[in-house]
């Protein structure tokens, strides 16, 4: 699946070349042009509580959930309108009785569904069931393994669950992959969850960064410091170049931070010069965060509110209820909207005068707000220091920081 708001690792550090890659630093268009992907919570329901959920989610019905004549009438929208790539999730979408037939339809459009889950329903009959509906990928969460997982879901047992789900969906063929929040509780585990990577049937693994939404906002203070974030990035970056060399097609990722990007380019700098300057060209050709959030990310709530991305619930746009998403995506009139469009005008402090900002594009804008109440301040997540983003002052090779802190 394309992402607006993933680092691959594996392709820009490592230099394994993945298929959907060729769609991600390919050059953007005009922002106008370009058409989301977009994450559909089709319930908020979920039979876990997970303390960092986003959503909020718990075993509750929200008021107000979109009917599946509703859903289908969006993902009818969405198709018309061109969007490629429609991503599943919640709350946990599985405890929604319609998914199987909403994702059909979906394929039928030509649409490329994917799942997000937390895996612990997936029993072999459901993963039969995901199979036929032909979702062509299946993103599994993990907080660590075992207890510290369990801890994070509020759930005893759902490690032991989500694993078996997991191999269940790969043993019929569905790519699956792992989706890890990066907080100081799963860092401590990084090598553990690594080899359990390698171990298992997992194709993709993304490292997230913590957003400071729902119940994540709760949990900033278990956020890393810019050193261990660094340290945890040249863990993976390791990693992925191990996989690389041994032909291991396993791609590693991180999400919703693009200043990696820039420090992934300053650490090839100390490397591999020409490789470096490669990868500059390609991430701003991508644009970062450019082409993310209100521009090539949506997200649809399952109340049919309209959101610029699935952690930023706080800022409504538009309703598919009232007028339908192709509407509201190519002529905004939110002013928030807009300016997502042209972000890098509205960037403010060391984001304004980053000499990186075109590669990067300013980071998780709502990571910003929610810690600031600003959403054009800096965003607080930043791996680099003020010397490497000056356009004055030479930086120098990134890891270093984080090999003089550990």
């Not at 959920?53 to 004549?69: M, N, V």
């Not at 390698?198 to 994540?216: D, K, M, N, T, V």
Request: aromatic fraction near 6%; include cysteine; charged fraction near 25%.
């Amino acid at each position: 699946m394309v992402h607006f708001i993933m680092i691959n690792i594996s392709t820009l550090y490592a230099g394994q070349l993945n298929e959907s890659d060729l769609v991600r630093y390919a050059k953007p268009a005009d922002p106008r042009d370009i058409r989301p992907i977009v994450v559909m919570n089709l319930t908020r329901r979920c039979n876990l509580r997970c303390i960092h959920c986003y959503s909020d989610s718990d075993g509750r019905l929200a008021p107000g959930e979109l009917t599946t004549d509703e859903v289908r009438a969006v993902l009818e929208d969405l198709a018309a309108y061109g969007v490629k790539f429609v991503l599943f999730s919640g709350g946990e979408p599985l405890t929604r009785p319609d998914i199987f037939d909403l994702a059909r339809h979906a394929i039928r459009l030509h649409l490329r569904v994917t799942l997000s889950t937390n895996g612990t329903l997936i029993t072999p009959k459901m993963a039969r069931k995901i199979a036929e509906a032909g979702f062509s990928y299946v993103g599994v969460s993990f907080d660590g393994l075992g207890a510290v997982n369990d801890a994070f879901r509020g759930a005893p047992g759902a490690f032991e669950q989500a694993k078996r789900g997991m191999r269940h969906i790969a043993a019929l063929g569905v790519r699956a992959g792992l989706r890890l929040t990066l907080t100081k509780h799963t860092v401590d585990d990084l090598d553990s969850v690594l080899q359990f990577i390698e171990q298992e049937p997992i194709s993709r693994a993304c490292f997230y960064h913590l957003a400071y939404a729902g119940r994540g906002d709760l949990i900033r203070p278990d956020d890393l410091p810019a050193w261990k974030r660094r340290a945890a990035i040249d863990k993976l970056c390791e990693v992925a170049r191990r996989f690389a060399d041994g032909d291991v097609r396993k791609e590693i990722l991180t999400v919703d931070n693009h200043s990696d990007g820039p420090y992934l380019y300053l650490k090839l700098l100390g490397e591999n010069p020409v490789r470096a300057a490669q990868v500059k060209e390609r991430l701003e050709r991508h644009g970062g965060a450019r082409t993310s959030s209100g521009v090539g990310l949506a997200e649809i709530d399952w109340a049919g509110h309209i959101h610029p991305d699935q952690f930023s619930m706080h800022r409504t746009i538009g309703s598919v209820r009232t007028t339908p998403f192709s509407q509201i995506w190519s002529n905004p009139v939110d002013p928030y909207h807009r300016q997502l469009q042209d972000r890098l005008a509205h960037l403010k402090d060391r984001c304004a005068g980053c000499r990186f900002k075109t590669m990067c594009g300013g980071g998780l804008r709502c990571r910003a707000e929610a810690a600031t109440g600003d959403p054009w301040a800096p965003d607080p997540a930043c791996l680099l220091t003020d010397d490497e983003i000056s356009p004055e002052s030479p930086a120098e090779p990134a890891g270093a920081i984080a090999e003089r802190r550990s």
